[in-house]
């Protein structure tokens, strides 16, 4: 997700990716029609695939609206992490589209039924054009956002499907192979599996409040113990609320002369000033404690 798309507006973003719903809306109905005059499993896996796509972006365009409305009440952040439950939503159903492809794929691999090149060609040609546009469309979108890193990532795995429904046409067409339609679904399935297991994982991250994937924590401690009069540094937190929102919190004991003179606010600059720059969190809370109050923290960490 390394793409730096900060500057583009959440209404840039919809607008991205409605085009791109409404572009594979138009193909599913066409490719349906195809795959089951074909009898072709590839291209009903992409179908199936693209259904899943159509719903992934809606998904993500419902997330973004969620996301837009302000903190109030009882959601003291908003609903920002509605945009990590769409990605969280999205590989799954990525997972659970690869597994039953797959085994439908191995059943076709033991039993291959026949299949027609020509019409897999034809319309693997086409999905091929039209996926590279709705990919395209979306990669400039903003990909930090892991919403619309989902939803990327299912038009992506279909343009893939694409790839290897066009290759098994090609060996059909040239060898009669049917069984190159089962296996280039396979190859599908896996790199839809591998696209679900980073959604997950990344969503995952966020949902269990773990500890950003660039930040490591005792890194995050020794640069905060290397910020000048503070002397101890325990109940640290480092969490992501929603993509490109890190927040860490921490109790930060300071030398005692720091209550009497004044100038713990100024500890306070330094510190937040070190994690702006070093680590690109703007979002902290801190609390400046003398060594005396450790006695009444027993569970600190």
């Not at 365009?61 to 409305?69: D, P, V």
């Not at 589209?97 to 034809?122: C, K, N, Q, S, T």
């Not at 296996?183 to 990344?202: E, F, K, N, P, Q």
Request: glycine content about 6%; proline content about 4%.
């Amino acid at each position: 997700m390394g793409h730096d798309h900060d500057h583009i507006s959440p209404a840039a973003d919809r607008r991205y990716l409605i085009a791109a719903m409404s572009l594979l809306s138009v193909f599913l109905l066409g490719e349906v029609t195809v795959a089951i005059l074909a009898d072709s499993l590839a291209l009903l896996a992409d179908a199936g695939h693209m259904l899943t796509d159509v719903g992934a972006i809606a998904a993500a365009l419902w997330a973004m609206r969620l996301a837009a409305r302000p903190a109030q009440g009882q959601w003291t952040y908003g609903w920002k992490r509605a945009e990590i439950l769409s990605a969280a939503l999205n590989g799954i159903t990525l997972l659970v589209f690869a597994a039953v492809v797959g085994v439908e794929a191995v059943r076709r691999l033991i039993h291959p039924p026949d299949a027609e090149g020509w019409p897999m060609f034809v319309v693997a040609v086409v999905g091929c054009a039209v996926n590279i546009l709705a990919a395209a469309l979306m990669a400039r979108a903003n990909r930090t956002s892991l919403n619309v890193e989902g939803a990327y990532q299912h038009v992506l795995s279909d343009l893939y499907g694409f790839i290897g429904t066009l290759v098994a046409a090609v060996v059909i067409l040239l060898t009669g192979w049917t069984r190159a339609d089962p296996v280039a679904s396979l190859v599908v399935v896996a790199l839809m599996t591998y696209a679900g297991v980073c959604l997950l994982r990344d969503s995952g991250r966020i949902l269990l409040e773990g500890a950003p994937a660039e930040v490591v924590v005792e890194d995050l401690r020794q640069h905060l113990l290397e910020v000048e009069d503070v002397v101890e540094v325990h109940d640290l937190h480092a969490w992501t609320v929603t993509s490109g929102l890190p927040t860490v919190s921490a109790h930060l004991t300071l030398r005692p002369e720091c209550f009497l003179d004044g100038s713990a606010p100024k500890v306070l600059d330094r510190v937040q000033a070190c994690l702006a720059g070093h680590f690109d969190v703007e979002h902290s809370t801190f609390q400046l404690e003398p060594e005396t109050h450790l006695a009444h923290e027993p569970g600190m960490h």
